[in-house]
């Protein structure tokens, strides 16, 4: 069984996902966002071994923390990362272009791809390749927790920016409609900003996206 852990951390309010499958406690990081020891100390006090950090794209805002809970760990956890997103990641996620510094961890050693399946445990962790935000961007979907981490493709309500370098509005609308509209609609959406949400909730209400059918 997934269990989840929710932090929002960090200058921008990023929402961090610790993630373990509760019989193995077998753990990883979706998007290790900020405030690195915060996130080690809770797997810490509930025994988790964290091996993974997953990113759903390399801004700063989402790997901030990464470095800190690297320095934490032996062996140090495998990092995973769409290849589009290289990039990005090797500068900083933009975090000097924001006037932040950061320390980003160990190099993405896993390239994510769409119908990627990751293990967890004994959970299945299903990649979907999502470009619009950045070119590199991916969302992870627990179909038996129905669970989908959106990182900055959807928010409740809202969707994610693309006016940054590499992003691209009818891309962003494409990935949601083919990617996200395609799940069930009781789907969890945990993004990367702000409260959750539902799949069947956005495709009613989402003021960007809202109405568009699934295909
Ligand atoms: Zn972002
Ligand atoms: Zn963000």
Same mark, same amino acid.
């Given at each position: 069984?997934?269990?989840?852990? =929710?932090?929002?951390?960090? %200058?921008?309010?990023?929402? @961090? /996902?610790?993630?373990?499958?509760?019989? +193995?406690?077998?753990?990883?990081?979706?998007? #290790?966002?900020?405030?690195? !020891?915060?996130?080690?100390?809770?797997? *810490?006090?509930? !025994?988790?071994?964290? @091996?993974?950090?997953?990113? +759903?794209?390399?801004?700063?805002?989402?790997?901030?923390?990464? $470095?800190?809970?690297?320095?934490?760990?032996? %062996?140090?956890?495998?990092?995973?990362?769409?290849?589009?997103?290289?990039?990005?990641?090797?500068?900083?996620?933009? @975090? #000097?272009?924001?006037?932040?510094?950061?320390?980003?961890?160990?190099?993405?050693?896993?390239?994510? /791809?769409?119908?990627?399946?990751?293990?967890? $445990? &004994?959970? !299945?962790?299903?990649? *979907? /390749? +999502?470009? $619009?935000? +950045?070119?590199? &961007?991916?969302?992870?979907?627990?179909?038996?927790?129905?669970?989908?981490?959106?990182?900055?493709?959807?928010?409740?309500?809202?969707?994610? *920016?693309?006016?940054?370098?590499?992003? !691209?509005?009818?891309?962003?609308?494409?990935?949601?409609?083919?990617?996200?509209? =395609?799940?069930?609609?009781? =789907? *969890?959406?945990?993004?990367?900003?702000?409260?959750?949400? =539902?799949?069947?909730?956005?495709?009613?209400?989402?003021?960007?996206? $809202?109405?568009?059918?699934?295909?």
């Amino acid at each position: 069984m997934l269990e989840i852990v =929710t932090f929002t951390l960090g %200058p921008v309010q990023t929402n @961090a /996902y610790l993630i373990a499958d509760a019989e +193995t406690r077998e753990s990883a990081v979706i998007d #290790p966002a900020w405030d690195g !020891d915060i996130i080690l100390a809770e797997a *810490r006090k509930r !025994d988790w071994r964290i @091996a993974h950090l997953w990113y +759903t794209h390399a801004h700063f805002d989402h790997i901030g923390g990464a $470095g800190a809970i690297a320095d934490g760990l032996n %062996p140090l956890p495998i990092v995973a990362l769409h290849a589009d997103d290289h990039a990005l990641w090797r500068l900083d996620g933009g @975090a #000097p272009m924001f006037g932040f510094k950061i320390e980003s961890g160990p190099e993405p050693a896993v390239d994510l /791809y769409q119908g990627q399946m990751l293990r967890l $445990g &004994h959970v !299945d962790i299903e990649v *979907r /390749y +999502t470009p $619009g935000h +950045t070119p590199g &961007h991916c969302i992870f979907y627990a179909a038996a927790a129905a669970a989908c981490f959106c990182g900055d493709l959807i928010f409740q309500n809202g969707v994610g *920016r693309t006016d940054l370098p590499g992003g !691209d509005w009818d891309t962003l609308v494409n990935s949601i409609r083919t990617q996200v509209f =395609t799940l069930p609609d009781r =789907t *969890r959406l945990l993004s990367g900003h702000g409260p959750e949400t =539902t799949v069947g909730d956005e495709k009613r209400s989402n003021p960007f996206v $809202g109405g568009l059918q699934a295909s």
